[in-house]
């Protein structure tokens, strides 16, 4: 069993609807991390949080907004998205944000984009 | 920068037959390396990571990989492969200067053969 928690597995949604993917961790970790896999593809990083504070934004198109409530949680809210978006959207985890620190993934949540 | 080379996008192998991936990396600065594994439609798991010391780390199912740093590489091997560790193999590699990004290879494919 994974330790980190995504919620929900599955989702599919229209363009004009809004959502959000969920995470959760209880390993006592500071930094947080959402990627982005399409199919036969490495994950893509798209946010990282570092205690609760966003550090890094790839970029990521303003339809994807993140948000840390708390050290053990990560939100992923999801608004007029397109076809390109479906993706496997994964969270992960560190105790800190440092390069010898492993990442723990999730199992991810596999969005469909309508 | 630094970038990954996975470049075998598929391994087929037999059922108890040996196996290699292959992971070479470029750097200016020093690294440290992961080995993640993805089953069907689950997340990432961490199967082993070169930080320091012993060249030769060891994964507790079996998996070994050897950082050589003369070549560059971190070559992932298993002497007698099971049908269960048919997945996707993806090597990582971040570096010691500050940056703490995960750059991940594009993959490998192994599919064990009964």
């Known amino acids: 069993d994974t330790e980190v928690t995504q919620t929900p597995k599955h989702l599919v949604m229209g363009m004009t609807n809004k959502k959000s993917l969920k995470c959760e961790q209880h390993m006592g970790h500071r930094a947080m991390y959402w990627y982005k896999q399409k199919a036969k593809k490495p994950p893509e990083l798209m946010f990282v949080?570092?205690?609760?504070?966003?550090?890094i934004n790839e970029s990521v198109p303003s339809r994807f907004s993140p948000e840390c409530p708390n050290s053990s949680l990560l939100n992923l809210h999801l608004h007029a998205l397109q076809p390109e978006d479906s993706a496997l959207y994964l969270c992960?985890?560190?105790?800190?944000?440092?390069?010898?620190?492993?990442?723990?993934f999730g199992d991810g949540t596999r969005l469909s984009i309508l | 920068a630094q970038s990954v080379t996975q470049l075998d996008s598929q391994v087929p192998v037999f059922e108890e037959a040996p196996v290699e991936l292959r992971c070479n990396y470029s750097?200016?600065?020093?690294?440290?390396l992961f080995w993640y594994v993805q089953y069907p439609n689950q997340g990432l798991q961490l199967l082993l990571k070169y930080l320091s010391g012993s060249t030769l780390v060891e994964s507790i199912n079996g998996f070994e990989a050897e950082f050589n740093k003369s070549q560059t590489s971190f070559h992932l091997r298993k002497p007698s492969v099971h049908i269960s560790d048919t997945a996707e193999y993806f090597c990582?590699?971040?570096?010691?200067?500050?940056?703490?990004?995960?750059?991940f290879g594009t993959g490998t494919r192994l599919k064990v053969l009964a």
């Open positions: 990582a590699v971040s570096d010691g200067s500050g940056t703490y990004k995960y750059i």
């Open positions: 750097s200016s600065v020093s690294v440290y």
């Open positions: 992960a985890s560190s105790q800190r944000t440092a390069g010898d620190q492993p990442q723990h």
């Open positions: 949080y570092s205690y609760e504070k966003l550090s």
